[in-house]
């Protein structure tokens, strides 16, 4: 089962990108699969619609490269209470059926006590065209330098949130399981309903 990790921070270095290696070397030692990772703050994307004659790449081989991909998770960063603009920009350049009829889950980062409010921000707007599929399980990483970092868990919260991770990576791939077949049946008609109501 192949997963993509979006590291949603245009920050290089970033706590989101800690975290994102931490859920991608995670997913491996439980599915037997490396994902895909994608760090925003080491790969520079195209504003969508950008001008006529930029460069196709990165984002050609990034949108084939999820294109395969069964599952996703979605690591954002709170800034200013929101999601980063990068994120945003992800999103709107996933219009060729890339996320469709996947299941997704959410990670959330803060440095302090926040990180919900991207998370309930995604769930509510970047689905409707995208047709990503957000399962009910999140996790929300705060106080975010203590958490996830190599080697062994700081403390019991580190070593709580560590477990609860990998719960949530379990669910989904059983929902990555499951959504296959959805997407096998052929009912989604992409060409007749391009965008989502
Ligand atoms: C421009 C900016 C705005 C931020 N706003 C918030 C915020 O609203 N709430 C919060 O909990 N943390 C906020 N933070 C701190 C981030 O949560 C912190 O940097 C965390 O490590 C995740 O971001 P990073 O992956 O870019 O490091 C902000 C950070 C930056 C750079």
Redesign the pocket.
Known sequence: MKAAVI?????A???????ARHVAARWAALTGQAPFLLDL?RTALPPWRAPAGAPEEPWKSISATLHGADALVI?A??????A?GVLKNFFLLCERGELAHKPACLVG???????A?PLAELRMSSYKNTRICYIPEQIIV?N??RMLGAGRPLSGKDEALRARLDYALEILHAYASALRDVRASGRADPARYPYGM
């Open positions: 590291a949603g921070s245009p920050r270095g970033s706590e989101t990108a800690k975290v703050g690591v960063p709170e800034w200013g209470g929101m980063p980062v803060s440095a302090s006590a926040g990180g409010y705060r975010a330098r």
